[in-house]
């Protein structure tokens, strides 16, 4: 363990280079060659150098400050969780610096960067959509600074992570479908590499199986829920011989998005197809017919996940005993699925 703040003159004689060459080259200034920038920028990633942004701070190395990285911020599962964790931070007197991926690696790894660089006192993180190398975690758990995962998660990371049952979601989606009638059950998702798709995923299936209803790939679709992506693939959807008579989305926005291409189709809901979405975001309710979904609580999830930290950070409790916190789910029923009384 490392509790001595690494300082430029520490990188400097280590390379045995000047103080301003060390500061230029993290500043990628130009007057500094790429070999030197780069023997800079790997000795202070390999000792944990994190740029003085707050040197007021720096005698008490605590900021009051935590982090946020989420995938998107226009999604509204995660603004009600954001909602939530600055509730309850603004409470305990701590301050937010909130980042997004844009479902992007290269843009996650470069807000994590900044959330280092500016000292936050932990970081809160649900993953982007292709994120597969988590070593951009790294000097987070070298350093001790809490973390916390939520919706999207590492898996092999060791810390803590707040999520609902998503398998259970899943399949209890889907057997709802399966009891309405439905045989022929289309489900579209995100990428199933991210824990939250492919668990869904995983109880849709087992939601057949247990039902007899042999797994059909040609009902499985796999993107990006983005409404040019839900057009395309509701296009050859409609183009098929024989429509599915139930649809699992694991997104309200998209599943709202739908109902207006079925409608432009003539393809009637729930007569001809059972709608289930996923989030009970407030478009799920006002859409007619308005959409059955699964409620993810995320103001609910805010608050636990910054509670959990905050107590942690004022040293009331120890993340170390706290592993994966699991929030209750329920699927809510209402008139798009709706076709036995």
Do not use: W
Request: charged letters at 25%; a neutral charge.
């Amino acid at each position: 363990m490392q509790d001595k703040e690494i300082t430029i003159y520490d990188l400097a004689e280590k390379l045995n280079i000047s103080a301003a060459t060390v500061s230029r080259g993290l500043k990628d200034h130009p007057a500094i060659n790429k070999k030197t920038k780069k023997k800079i920028m790997d000795l202070a990633a390999e000792l944990g150098y994190r740029s003085n942004k707050f040197a007021s701070n720096l005698r008490k190395q605590k900021t009051h400050t935590i982090g946020v990285i989420v995938p998107r911020l226009n999604s509204l599962f995660m603004s009600s969780v954001i909602s939530g964790i600055e509730k309850a931070v603004n409470t305990a007197g701590y301050n937010l610096i909130i980042s997004q991926s844009f479902e992007k690696e290269a843009k996650e790894k470069t807000n994590a960067t900044t959330m280092f660089n500016s000292r936050v006192d932990g970081l809160i993180v649900s993953l982007a959509a292709d994120t597969r190398d988590f070593s951009h975690f790294d000097t987070f758990i070298k350093k001790n600074i809490p973390l916390i995962f939520f919706d999207r998660v590492a898996e092999d990371i060791q810390c803590t992570k707040v999520l609902i049952d998503n398998f259970k979601a899943g399949y209890q989606a889907t057997a709802h479908l399966i009891e309405q009638g439905c045989k022929e059950i289309l489900h579209v998702t995100g990428n199933i590499t991210r824990n939250v798709y492919r668990d869904r995923f995983k109880g849709y299936k087992k939601a057949l199986a247990d039902a007899g209803i042999p797994y059909d790939p040609d009902l499985f679709i796999t993107n990006e829920l983005t409404e040019q992506e839900m057009q395309t693939a509701m296009a050859d959807v409609l183009q098929r011989d024989k429509l599915p008579d139930g649809l699992f989305i694991t997104n309200d926005s998209s599943a709202a998005f739908i109902l207006t291409i079925l409608k432009d189709a003539g393809v009637k809901v729930p007569e001809d197809m059972a709608v289930v979405g996923f989030n009970n975001d407030l478009i799920s309710r006002v859409t007619e017919p308005a959409i059955s979904t699964i409620n993810y609580p995320g103001n609910e999830m805010g608050e636990n996940i910054a509670r959990i930290l905050i107590n942690h950070l004022d040293g009331e409790a120890d993340l170390s005993f706290t592993s994966t916190v699991i929030l209750n789910s329920e699927l809510i029923i209402r008139a798009s699925s709706q076709r036995k009384k």
